[in-house]
């Protein structure tokens, strides 16, 4: 089983920027597509930012311009730098990935804990 821990999140100011990481760890062959989603209260899950394997990224159009995802294959980890921070932003943050244990193993799909992001001033 490969689990996914995210950090970085915590309060922040109107304007202001924070990190996110997602650390995968377990017996991983490879891992592909790594997403962030989030989640404010009241709210279905969204999803925020999409990076290929290859490094190919997309966002939603809400956070474009504002958001960057990033991911170093090597460390297994995924990261969410996030700028020019709204208050529309607040939510739990989740890390997924989808993920194979051996060549032959089928895809599977994990979800992190999530971590709370609120911007507040």
């Known amino acids: 089983q490969v689990q996914l821990v995210e950090s970085g999140g915590g309060l922040v100011q109107p304007g202001g920027s924070l990190r996110l990481s997602c650390a995968a760890s377990?017996?991983?062959?490879?891992?592909?597509?790594m997403d962030w989603y989030r989640q404010a209260p009241g709210k279905q899950r969204e999803l925020v930012a999409v990076i290929t394997k290859g490094g190919a990224a997309d966002y939603a159009d809400s956070v474009k311009g504002r958001f960057t995802i990033s991911r170093d294959n090597a460390k297994n980890t995924v990261y969410l730098e996030m700028n020019s921070l709204k208050p529309e932003d607040t939510a739990v943050y989740y890390c997924h990935a989808g993920w194979r244990a051996t060549m032959t193993s089928p895809t599977i799909y994990n979800w992190g804990q999530g971590t709370q992001v609120t911007v507040s001033s």
């Open positions: 377990g017996s991983i062959f490879t891992i592909y597509a």
